[in-house]
């Protein structure tokens, strides 16, 4: 049986591990933060004249089941950001989501979004009207 001074020991060493994983849980997320904005970078970097607003369509690509290529040209759109999760940090791109607002009927942004994973876009193309 422990004595009482051997809890509180126990109990003090506890509470000092759990002030630790906290600080190594903030540092954690400080590294995820960087690796995080550096590949929101590189994506923006392939889309340097893509301006928040703009009237957009947006071709994906992709395999069907029977493995045979394609690309789909989606309704025109209006850009909103560039977006990552963070349950899913590394260097692969696949995490990075572009996000789109809708166009409603009369042709303005609605509020309804669409994303896209990146790695599946094949191109984004401005709309002129």
């Known amino acids: 049986m422990l004595s009482k001074e051997q809890i509180e020991k126990l109990m003090d060493d506890i509470k000092s591990k759990k002030e630790h ?6 540092e ?14 590189t994506v923006q970097s392939r889309f340097p004249d893509l301006k928040p607003g703009d009237k957009v369509v947006v071709i994906t690509q992709g395999r069907d089941w029977k493995g045979n290529e394609y690309e789909h ?5 209006f850009f909103d950001k560039i ?27 609605s509020k309804r979004i ?16």
């Open 73 to 77: 040209t989606s309704d025109p759109l």
């Open 28 to 41: 954690i997320r400080e590294l995820e933060d960087k690796i995080i904005e550096s590949n929101i970078e």
């Open 83 to 109: 977006t990552s999760g963070r349950y899913w940090v590394s260097t692969s791109l696949s995490s990075i989501t572009i996000n789109f607002f809708r166009a409603k009927k009369d042709g303005t942004p």
């Open 114 to 129: 669409e994303y896209f994973h990146y790695t599946d876009i094949a191109r984004i193309e401005k709309v002129t009207e």
């Open 21 to 26: 994983v906290t600080i190594l849980n903030k």
